[in-house]
């Protein structure tokens, strides 16, 4: 058999978007390129946006200073996101000294983040996550010619089969670390950790990782909400990212990065064939993120007209005439935070209405290494 061609060298135009639900929006955003690599994380806050800001300012300080150390991408991820967390934590305990007044929330709130660094040199997309943020490539497989999703990151929740066993197995004296019930809305199980979060990693939550933080956390909490009992060295909720990295293919088109803001309402496959229809439609004269989150609304409003009929919702501009917050969006749906890297292929250098990209599968071939 004849050998696949070498894949030119590529580079990346990047779209960035988001749209809020809560009042201020919890998640944030980074993108940083320099002539040897391209760096692009979402934070996907909960609880408030302090964490998701404050990992906004420091991460990718942390993940150079790693890099310079490691000369490896991945673990300089793993590593800029486990000193985010340390961080964080010391933070909180030097307000739980001082008995700053914003300490319970600041003991309560937390990120998930998924960051994804394009190596331009060695042509090499590296991808790590923490919690139910998530990343995929869009590529046209070499051998069938159909386009692939390809998850370069695995959701941490408690929907997740192999979390909730990893997080049983460390917990095995807490019979409720995971409570499992009937969700009447959407007929099928939920799972939560401690009945108060589907995530199992992130960075923040010191009340369900750090011993002295789940003492502050139990002395506050009202009464009939679990109790938070972290052992030493085993948090409720784990701070270690899961890395995944993926040679740049011929057949590369796009990487998506975006928060459950859009994943709770489409699937991989589903993003990936809407961006390639908005980059055949438009080429790259518009913003593809926003026109990807504009289709996500969409979908919100048809999801609301089934089940709230009594906001008579009749189109997209009626969703966002809803206050952003608690009482207002946020009980539709969540923010939504999306950066796309499209790759300079042939494909996605053609003039709008013209490309004739293949249909959709899904794939999951990226090679792993948990960090």
């Known amino acids: 058999?004849?050998?696949?061609?070498?894949?030119?060298?590529?580079?990346?135009?990047?779209?960035?978007?988001?749209?809020?639900?809560?009042?201020?929006i919890e998640d944030t955003f980074v993108v940083e390129e320099t002539d040897k690599?391209?760096?692009?994380?979402?934070?996907d806050g909960h609880g408030g946006h302090a964490v998701s800001r404050f990992t906004q300012a420091e991460c990718y300080g942390k993940f150079q200073k790693y890099l310079k150390a490691m000369h490896d991408s991945g673990k300089a991820i793993a590593h800029s996101f486990l000193e985010t967390d340390a961080c964080w934590l010391k933070i909180v305990k030097s307000h739980m000294a001082a008995k700053h007044r914003d300490t319970w929330n600041e003991v309560t709130c937390g990120t998930c983040a998924v960051a994804a660094v394009f190596d331009k040199e060695r042509q090499v997309l590296y991808v790590g996550n923490l919690g139910d943020s998530r990343c995929v490539v869009g590529s046209v497989c070499s051998d069938s010619g159909i386009m692939e999703a390809v998850d370069m990151s695995k959701d941490h929740s408690a929907t997740t089969d192999s979390e909730r066993l990893r997080v049983r197995q460390e917990h095995a004296q807490d019979p409720n670390v995971i409570k499992e019930q009937w969700d009447e809305i959407v007929e099928e199980y939920a799972w939560f950790l401690k009945n108060r979060a589907r995530f199992t990693r992130s960075i923040g939550d010191s009340c369900m990782k750090d011993v002295e933080c789940a003492r502050f956390y139990n002395e506050r909490v009202p009464d009939g909400l679990a109790k938070m009992l972290p052992l030493p060295k085993k948090p409720y909720v784990s701070n270690k990212a899961e890395v995944r990295m993926r040679r740049v293919a011929r057949g590369d088109q796009?990487?998506?990065?975006?928060?459950?803001?859009?994943?709770?309402?489409?699937?991989?496959?589903?993003?990936?064939?809407?961006?390639?229809?908005?980059?055949?439609?438009?080429?790259?004269?518009?913003?593809?993120?926003?026109?990807?989150?504009?289709?996500?609304l969409c979908k919100i409003v048809r999801r609301l007209r089934a089940e709230e009929p009594d906001l008579d919702l009749k189109s997209v501009e009626d969703l966002k005439a809803i206050p952003a917050g608690g009482y207002g969006r946020r009980g539709l749906h969540d923010d939504i935070t999306v950066i796309i890297l499209v790759y300079d292929t042939p494909e996605n250098s053609q003039p709008a209405g013209a490309s004739t990209l293949p249909t959709i599968s899904r794939a999951g071939n990226a090679s792993n290494a948990t960090t």
Not at 19 to 24: G, I, K, V, Y
Request: net charge negative; hydrophobic share 45%.
């Open 37 to 43: 690599l391209l760096f692009a994380g979402v934070f």
């Open 254 to 296: 796009f990487v998506i990065v975006a928060c459950d803001g859009l994943w709770d309402e489409m699937s991989s496959c589903q993003a990936i064939h809407t961006v390639r229809g908005l980059i055949q439609q438009y080429g790259l004269r518009e913003n593809i993120a926003q026109k990807l989150i504009d289709f996500c």
């Open 1 to 24: 058999m004849q050998a696949a061609p070498a894949c030119p060298p590529r580079h990346a135009r990047v779209f960035t978007a988001n749209h809020a639900a809560n009042d201020p």
